[in-house]
Antibody, heavy 119, light 106 residues
């Protein structure tokens, strides 16, 4: 059974930093790209970032480019999102998601970790 | 950026009735479209990918159709557990979601 468990959310001030983690199990982690997707409570979904299976390729949404860094540690079956220069508009529930097949749909999702950016 | 537009925003349906949800892309996404279901307090769940292929474990009452810019999710006979928000998402050019359709009890 695929399981994804996010952690690291919390409250940060504008301009501050947070590091999110996602622990994966139940599949061959390094065979799959992984995504971060966020959702403002009560609103829609926004793709944030992707990293391929070996960590050599990353993509970012324009809204976070230059501020967020996605990474992974395949030996620990873990995905990360380093969030710097946080803005109030980054407040959201952050989900990690397993890619379906070759940078496609979001096959499995974690339950999310809430990030609140507030002074 | 490919903009995905879903309609209606809210759909009121009685249990046992058919629900038809629409999703339109601002440019072609071929068949690179997925549908997700999200219930309150839960993560989204993949229902359909490739516009029409049901994900593992998804009941046959859920079906997807369409290609290029026009897509439909049909729930043939709504069950109580189907009342939720549904999102379409394209993965032909980066990844973008529609704004969602809420299916509520009539």
């Amino acid at each position: 059974e695929v399981q994804l468990l996010e952690s690291g959310g919390g409250v940060a001030q504008p301009g501050g930093s947070l590091r999110l983690s996602c622990a994966a199990s139940g599949f061959s982690f390094d065979d799959y790209a992984m995504h971060w997707v966020r959702q403002v409570p009560g609103k829609g979904l926004e793709w944030v970032s992707l990293i391929n299976g070996d960590g050599g390729t990353t993509y970012y949404a324009d809204s976070v480019e230059g501020r967020f860094i996605i990474s992974r540690d395949n030996s620990k079956h873990s995905l990360y999102l380093q969030m710097n220069s946080l803005r109030t508009e980054d407040t959201a529930l952050y989900f990690c998601a397993k890619d379906g097949n070759s940078l496609t749909f979001f096959h499995y999702w974690g339950q999310g970790t809430l990030v609140t950016v507030s002074a | 950026e490919i903009v995905m537009t879903q309609s209606p925003a809210t759909l009121s349906v009685s249990p046992g009735e058919r629900a038809t949800l629409s999703c339109r892309a601002s440019q072609t996404v071929r068949s690179n479209l997925a549908w997700y279901q999200q219930k309150p307090g839960q993560a989204p769940r993949l229902l359909i990918y490739g516009a029409s292929t049901r994900a593992t474990g998804i009941p046959a009452r859920f079906s997807g159709s369409g290609s290029e810019t026009e897509f439909t999710l049909t729930i043939s006979s709504l069950q109580s557990e189907d009342f939720a928000v549904y999102y379409c998402q394209q993965y032909n050019n980066w990844w973008t979601f529609g704004q969602g359709t809420k299916v509520e009890i009539k």
